[in-house]
Each structure stands twice: as C-alpha cells, then as structure tokens.
Antibody, heavy 122, light 106 residues
Framework: QVQLQQSGAELVKPGSSVKISCKAS????????MHWIKQQPGNGLEWIGW????????KYNQKFNGKATLTADKSSSTAYMQLSSLTSEDSAVYFC???????????????WGQGTLVTVSS | EIVLTQSPTTMAASPGEKVTITCRAS?????MYWYQQKSGASPKPWIY???KLASGVPDRFSGSGSGTSYSFTISSMETEDAATYYC?????????FGSGTKLEIK
C-alpha cells in the first residue's frame, strides 16, 4: 500500500532554513508526482508545488517561488522540501501528497503524509 | 488563480439532520473535489470528480454542481461525520482549496 512518511517536527529560528522529507513506499517512486501543501491554523490549505521524481521536473505556485525548493532522491525514494529565509508566516504544518487513481479517475491528492509541523520562533 | 468560497465556515447539525455545504468558484471549473479532515489528521479524499464517492465513503454523502457552483450534502448527519470539509479544484494551476467548513455535531 502507498505510504508517505514525513520527518518530524522542527523548531527553527527566523531567517534560517529547514529541509523536511517525505519517504515514499508501496509504489514506484519515479512514476508519480509528489506535491507539497501548507496548512496554517485557520488558513486552510495552500498548494506549494510538485516534483516529478522520474526526471526532477518541478512546478511551483508563484507565491512560493524563492521560498520553497523541491528535490527528490531516487535511491532512497524520498522527496524533500527546503524552506528558506523563514519568518513567522512560514509556521505551519506541511504535507506531502501524491495523486492516485480511483476507478481510472485521477484524484489529485489521493495519498497524504502525516504532516510535519514547522515552528519559526526565536 | 481560482478562488473557492465555501459556506458556511462553521455549522452544527443534529444526528439525522441534512447538511449542505456550498463552494463557489471565481471562474468556471470542470470538476470539484472534496476532502475530509479530522483534528490532528491529514485530509482524506472524500468526493472526486464532483459527485463520485471515494472508497469507503458512506452513501449518505453526495456531491453535485457545475461551472462555478458546487455543493456537498450529507443526507443524514452522523456523529462520525464531524470534521472539516474542504472543496478543491484543479481545473487551472495553481490548484486551490476552499477555506473549509467545520462541521460539528449538536
């Protein structure tokens, strides 16, 4: 079965960077896009971007250009997201998610990681 | 980007009561998706392609709509349905979500 296992919570200082991971299992990692989604309390869900591990292609929500960098390591089936120049506005839970098929219909975010809480505080 | 406006923001329903949530898009979308999220958990796909139920979703749930107006209905509220529900579109990039409807049991 598809599983997305994310790294643990992070407490980081303003102005620093953080790199969180999402280890995939139960499917061919290089055959599916991996998305990253931000959730702030009371602010709903925001799509950050996606990476296609098969060739490393990425696409970002313009809002997160320069903030997020997505990479993937095929050898370990792990996707990464680095967030830079952190401010309090970056404090949130970050999810990785993958598309899937239900009865041959594509569902954009069919599988989700458990989320990684990033807290930016001095 | 397409803005999705969900209403109501919060609501409470008694067991057996009918629940309807609406989602309006700032531009026409081909399909709407709905996700359920319980406190401390990841969102789960609940309805896809506007009206199709994800695996394991009870048939008291339904979705409908087209263009810029979509709705999500529970025919008879049950305790386990208390959660936050989000609508979602990916007819255009970036994909966007509604702000969520927190549904509580009365």
């Amino acid at each position: 079965q598809v599983q997305l296992q994310q790294s643990g919570a992070e407490l980081v200082k303003p102005g620093s960077s953080v790199k969180i991971s999402c280890k995939a299992s139960g499917y061919t990692f290089t055959s599916y896009d991996m998305h990253w989604i931000k959730q702030q309390p009371g602010n709903g869900l925001e799509w950050i971007g996606w990476i296609y591990p098969g060739n490393g292609n990425t696409k970002y929500n313009q809002k997160f250009n320069g903030k997020a960098t997505l990479t993937a390591d095929k050898s370990s089936s792990t996707a990464y997201m680095q967030l830079s120049s952190l401010t309090s506005e970056d404090s949130a839970v970050y999810f990785c998610a993958r598309s899937g098929y239900y009865s041959s219909y594509i569902v954009p975010f069919a599988y989700w990681g458990q989320g990684t809480l990033v807290t930016v505080s001095s | 980007e397409i803005v999705l406006t969900q209403s109501p923001t919060t609501m409470a329903a008694s067991p057996g009561e009918k629940v309807t949530i609406t989602c309006r898009a700032s531009s026409s979308v081909s399909y709407m998706y709905w996700y359920q999220q319980k406190s401390g958990a990841s969102p789960k796909p609940w309805i896809y392609e506007t009206s199709k139920l994800a695996s394991g979703v009870p048939d008291r749930f339904s979705g409908s709509g087209s263009g810029t107006s979509y709705s999500f209905t529970i025919s008879s509220m049950e305790t386990e349905d208390a959660a936050t529900y989000y609508c979602h579109q990916w007819s255009s990039t970036p994909p966007t979500f509604g702000s969520g409807t927190k549904l509580e049991i009365k």
